[in-house]
């Protein structure tokens, strides 16, 4: 619940970010400057994604042509696609923001942080924790007769029993 808060409040920060840096640049640069900057910026934003989003698919087709699973290219695909609104937007904030999300270097360590946050927990969520290996295996859940994960129990394969793995034995 509290990253849901923090989010939120990160996405009502940009715009608030942008109002107040397009007002203290209105007061240094002419209406008609600030218009073609913010303009000029969406403008070769928008190239940047476009050129982005074609080396993307054809990574995409490439993967997809040999039979692998195209993971990140789709997740750098849904990254250029905000990158893409955020450049519509106007406001020299949301341009920075989509030029991260835009450059391959940068958005390397947001797309790690997208499929552990955002990916991984929609697939287990999905599957029942069988994408990651997140399944529960002894027993039936909260009943008190199998092992409990967050204790340090594991199965042992030979028998039936199971074992604390923090204990000396």
């Known amino acids: 619940m509290k990253l849901d808060l923090r989010v939120i409040a990160l996405l009502l920060l940009i715009p608030l970010l942008d109002a107040m840096l397009l007002a203290v640049l209105a007061t240094r640069l002419s209406f008609v400057a600030i218009v073609a900057l913010v303009v000029l910026t969406a403008l070769v934003g928008m190239l940047l994604v476009r050129a982005e989003g074609r080396r993307t698919l054809a990574r995409l087709q490439k993967r997809i042509a040999t039979g692998e699973m195209p993971t990140d290219e789709l997740v750098d695909g849904g990254l250029l696609l905000i990158a893409g609104g955020m450049f519509l937007t106007p406001g020299l904030v949301t341009d920075f923001v989509a030029v991260l999300l835009t ?7 947001l797309r790690l942080v997208v499929k552990r946050y955002v990916v991984t927990p929609y697939l287990d969520a999905k599957t029942g924790g069988f994408a990651t290996g997140n ?13 409990n994960p967050s204790d340090g129990d594991t199965i042992d394969m030979d028998s039936d029993e199971y074992r604390n793995v923090d204990s000396n034995e």
């Open 135 to 147: 399944v529960y295996t002894g027993g039936f859940p909260n009943d008190g007769s199998g092992p």
């Open 103 to 109: 450059l391959p270097p940068t958005r390397y360590p």
